[in-house]
């Protein structure tokens, strides 16, 4: 069976602690607290990685770049990311589009959607206008609630290039 479309689900969850960067999407929000991690914790990138190497069948993140790897330490999530692109077009697939929800009563979401939209399109060597990102509370409710945590949930949709 050949498809000319595939589909990916991301999916990432990173508890947040005082006095780390707070970066999500690529981009560093304004906030006291941040994700913490073996690389730079950024859940969004995370979610979005496995999201496109799901929907190329091509294993996970966690797969290709362990977080046992010393060299991981503090890695830059773009750069992670980038590379997992790179595997995703090699195997002739295009972007679609992305949709990403990001809860968390962390850091607010809302006034940096557009940017983390462009960051994250970038990436992927496509258009701001093919990645939507939106936030949500968690009702209080929940290990992550009062800010101690973000999860994160990616839907891809590529297409052959
Ligand atoms: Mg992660």
Request: negative net charge; proline residues 6%.
């Given at each position: 069976?050949?498809?000319?479309?595939?589909?990916?689900?991301?999916?990432?969850?990173h508890r947040?602690?005082?006095?780390r960067?707070?970066?999500?999407?690529?981009?560093?929000?304004?906030?006291?607290?941040?994700p913490v991690g073996h690389s730079d914790g950024d859940a969004?990138?995370h979610?979005?990685?496995?999201?496109?190497?799901?929907?190329?069948?091509?294993?996970?993140?966690?797969?290709?770049?362990?977080d046992?790897?010393?060299?991981?330490?503090g890695a830059?999530s773009?750069?992670?990311?980038?590379?997992?692109?790179?595997?995703?077009?090699?195997?002739?697939?295009?972007?679609?589009?992305?949709?990403?929800?990001?809860?968390?009563?962390?850091?607010?979401?809302?006034?940096?959607?557009?940017?983390?939209?462009?960051?994250?399109?970038?990436?992927?060597?496509?258009?701001?206008?093919?990645?939507?990102?939106?936030?949500?509370?968690?009702?209080?409710?929940?290990?992550?609630?009062?800010?101690?945590?973000?999860?994160?949930?990616?839907?891809?949709?590529?297409?052959?290039?």
């Open positions: 069976m050949t498809l000319d479309l595939r589909i990916g689900l991301g999916f990432d969850l947040l602690a005082p006095g960067p707070c970066i999500l999407g690529g981009i560093e929000l304004p906030h006291d607290a941040g969004v990138l979610a979005v990685a496995d999201a496109v190497l799901g929907a190329a069948g091509l294993d996970d993140l966690g797969t290709l770049f362990p046992t790897d010393p060299n991981g330490e830059d773009r750069a992670l990311l980038a590379s997992c692109w790179g595997r995703v077009r090699e195997a002739g697939w295009a972007l679609g589009n992305l949709d990403v929800v990001i809860a968390t009563e962390g850091p607010r979401i809302a006034p940096h959607r557009a940017a983390m939209r462009a960051s994250i399109a970038a990436l992927l060597e496509g258009q701001p206008e093919q990645v939507n990102v939106k936030g949500k509370s968690l009702e209080g409710m929940g290990a992550l609630a009062g800010g101690a945590g973000v999860a994160v949930q990616v839907v891809a949709l590529l297409r052959r290039a």
